[in-house]
Nanobody
Framework: QVQLVESGGGLVQAGGSLRLSCAAS????????MGWFRQAPGKEREGVSC????????RYVDSVKGRFTISRDNAKNTVYLQMNSLKAGDTADYYC???????????????????WGKGTPGTVSS
């Protein structure tokens, strides 16, 4: 069992930055692939970024490439999402998730995830 707690969300102006953190419980954090997802009002949840457990390979949905960076610190059982150059369209609730593996296109990522956090809101004002 893994429990995930997100933090770092908030209100920021367009062009600004937010850094999301996701703290995981348990001693097997390094074994899990981790992902960040978001759900905007009235829209379906979408995969934003994921990072593998083994080699730290990171993937991004096209809309955030070059602006968002995912990273993990296995010693701290934490995964991060650095979000720069934020746009109004990035406004959403952001969720952290853990799974044994992750791959394929972003629309497939959530099917690999086993554990989910409760989310943290990110609001970008234009």
């Amino acid at each position: 069992q893994v429990q995930l707690v997100e933090s770092g969300g908030g209100l920021v102006q367009a062009g600004g930055s937010l850094r999301l953190s996701c703290a995981a419980s348990g001693r097997t954090f390094s074994s899990y692939a981790m992902g960040w997802f978001r759900q905007a009002p009235g829209k379906e949840r979408e995969g934003v970024s994921c990072i593998s457990s083994s080699d730290g390979n990171a993937r991004y949905v096209d809309s955030v490439k070059g602006r968002f960076t995912i990273s993990r610190d296995n010693a701290k059982n934490t995964v991060y999402l650095q979000m720069n150059s934020l746009k109004a369209g990035d406004t959403a609730d952001y969720y952290c998730a853990a799974g044994w593996t992750v791959g394929g296109p972003p629309e497939d990522w959530e099917h690999s995830m086993r554990y989910w956090g409760k989310g943290t809101p990110g609001t970008v004002s234009s």
